[in-house]
């Protein structure tokens, strides 16, 4: 039982290059969320799914792109990488649609753009 | 709307001293509260977490939370810091038929020999 994986763990990329960050889990958790992390601003949500087949924007959603691809994987995608894009990206997921489920982080993909 | 505030973004105690580490909070509805640390270079796990009945709650490695809606608190502590404690830890918040978690900034505690 892996929990919650993420890749890649480090990416180096170019203004205006696109990538997809991967996250994956084996819980047969229902909902599945990324997040951005920044220093002193804790974690910004950035799109959720709720559902397999169902994708909501966060917080900061802009730039960015979700696809919840099955119940496992929860991809996403920035198709113009821009410096301020620059941070550390946690997937989490929960196992069922109530506020009270604790949720479990993946170990992060620490992105810089450059 | 809701928020979260976390005072202190860098704590520093002595081993052994206590550890308190402050959150307040912000919801129009009641909230369901969590706790989670992040060891350097990891994800976030839970500590502990708040939904109803007992407003003092317990969670691992000696942590407790007590929930105080006067104040709109949820104030971490633990009675004997271990240098192994030394992390972030962040507070969130989160009201029941809603899917967004909102979390504080974080506080670093540092913990000195």
């Known amino acids: 039982n892996a929990g919650v994986t993420q890749t890649p763990k480090f990416q180096v990329l170019k203004t205006g290059q696109s990538m997809t960050l991967q996250c994956a889990q084996d819980?047969?958790?229902?909902?599945m969320y990324w997040y951005r992390q920044d220093p002193g601003m804790g974690l910004r949500l950035i799109y959720y799914s709720a559902s397999e087949g169902t994708t909501d924007k966060g917080e900061v959603p802009n730039g960015y792109n979700v696809s919840r691809l099955n119940k496992r994987e929860f991809s996403l995608r920035l198709e113009s990488a821009a410096p301020s894009q620059t941070s550390v990206y946690f997937c989490?997921?929960?196992?069922?649609?109530?506020?009270?489920?604790?949720?479990?982080f993946g170990p992060g993909t620490r992105l810089t753009v450059l | 709307a809701q928020s979260v505030t976390q005072l202190g973004s860098h704590v520093s105690v002595s081993e052994g001293a206590l550890v308190l580490l402050r959150c307040n909070y912000s919801s129009s509805v009641p909230p369901y509260l969590f706790w989670y640390v992040q060891y350097p270079n990891q994800g976030l796990q839970l500590l502990l977490k708040?939904?109803?009945?007992?407003?003092l709650v317990k969670g691992i490695n000696g942590f407790e939370a007590e929930f105080k809606k006067s104040e709109t608190s949820f104030h971490l502590t633990k009675p004997s810091a271990h240098m192994s404690d030394a992390a972030e830890y962040f507070c969130a918040v989160i009201s029941s038929g809603t899917y967004k978690y909102i979390f504080g900034t974080g506080t670093r505690l540092k913990v000195l020999a």
């Open positions: 819980m047969n958790h229902n909902s």
């Open positions: 989490a997921s929960i196992e069922n649609r109530r506020s009270t489920d604790t949720q479990y």
């Open positions: 708040y939904t109803t009945g007992a407003t």
